[in-house]
């Protein structure tokens, strides 16, 4: 039987939550430029303090806080706006990178920024040139979770990194931090090297987790072509927040992207419930750890609760497979006197 715990309206909330990211300070950066100079201040009278600066055909970002969004319609208001820059250099005292920042930057060929600075949207680099080079440096991951959804700086590096896969060059610190990458997602990011070859050290605070995992077929199939696939993907904080909605008290873990295809293509509705199963990666295999699924798809949230009693395994029901899930779980302690869910400290 198919197990629901809850089935939310999402086509609302999917837009009380997206305008706000897209439009935030487009009309209101205002960067005032410094006389006889191409040198230009901006701040939001709060947390942002910036300062751009062009020397020859480099841009600098110095200050701190977040560099603002932009929209279509504003990016004139970026001073570096039709300047010639080949070069992006940001400070790492820059929090974030917001929407369309840097688009339509043709000839931008090298981008310098902190592993520590969030980009915002995929956007924020939209339209530059094909071939570009990003040095992400140091290993100072920044944390800023949403709600109780786990998310860092690294995070929102790997999202980018995913939505352009193939068309720009990465390099990160050391090994750690490939390896760190590489593990969170799948498949793996193409053009990712480290830019120090014998650095051993790693954030402890930020351990390498694997989160690959398999999907099979526990119902019949019926049509003998389909098969199942499943990869894990950063999601963008549109579906961070609503994980963490529905999140309660349960921890999150990772989100995976499932899809179930035939001959005829992807099939994002079966005719009737079927059956699956998913392993559980292996650094999060608990004795009595019990595991769900957060389900995004065709309107509304579902939860699905494990259907199996294997540790290592989630067995779970839908008719709408091909789509995204978030892996959440709780912890049961099997020596405490209490019925029901407790988490182990």
């Not at 010639?84 to 060929?109: K, Q």
């Not at 140091?138 to 939505?163: C, E, W």
């Not at 990666?281 to 699905?304: A, E, K, T, W």
Request: aromatic share 12%.
């Amino acid at each position: 039987m198919k197990k629901l715990l809850h089935i939310l309206v999402i086509s609302v909330l999917m837009l009380s939550l997206t305008v706000p990211l897209n439009t935030m300070a487009a009309e209101n950066s205002v960067w005032i430029q410094k006389k006889g100079k191409e040198e230009w201040h901006y701040t939001d009278g709060l947390e942002t303090d910036l300062t751009a600066k062009i020397q020859g055909e480099i841009l600098y970002i110095q200050g701190k806080g977040a560099i603002p969004n932009y929209d279509r319609e504003h990016l004139g208001n970026r001073p570096w706006h039709n300047k010639l820059i080949r070069s992006l250099v940001i400070a790492d005292t820059v929090t974030s990178i917001g929407t369309e920042a840097f688009s339509n930057m043709n000839e931008l060929y090298r981008v310098t920024m902190s592993a520590g600075t969030f980009i915002e949207s995929p956007t924020a680099f939209s339209g530059i040139a094909k071939d570009c080079t990003f040095e992400f440096t140091g290993t100072n991951i920044k944390s800023r979770n949403i709600g109780n959804v786990p998310y860092n700086s690294l995070d929102s590096i790997v999202a980018f990194m995913q939505h352009n896969n193939g068309t720009f060059y990465y390099r990160v610190a050391n090994y750690y931090m490939v390896d760190w990458i590489q593990n969170s997602v799948l498949p793996k990011i193409d053009k990712l090297s480290p830019s120090d070859v014998h650095s051993k050290y790693s954030n402890p605070e930020y351990p390498i987790i694997d989160f690959k995992s398999n999907l099979e077929f526990i119902s019949p199939k019926p049509d003998s072509s389909m098969h199942g696939h499943i990869t894990s993907k950063q999601q963008g904080t549109t579906a961070l927040e609503i994980f963490s909605i529905v999140l309660e008290d349960a921890i999150y873990v990772t989100a995976y992207n499932m899809s179930i295809s035939s001959f005829d293509g992807m099939i994002t509705q079966t005719d009737t419930p079927l059956t699956y199963q998913m392993t559980i990666p292996v650094s999060l295999q608990y004795p009595g750890r019990q595991f769900s699924l957060i389900q995004l798809g065709d309107g509304v949230v579902n939860i699905l609760v494990d259907e199996d009693q294997n540790d290592a395994t989630l067995t779970f029901t839908t008719d709408y497979p091909s789509t995204v899930y978030a892996l959440i779980y709780r912890d049961f302690n099997p020596y405490s006197n209490n019925v029901g869910i407790e988490f182990v400290p």
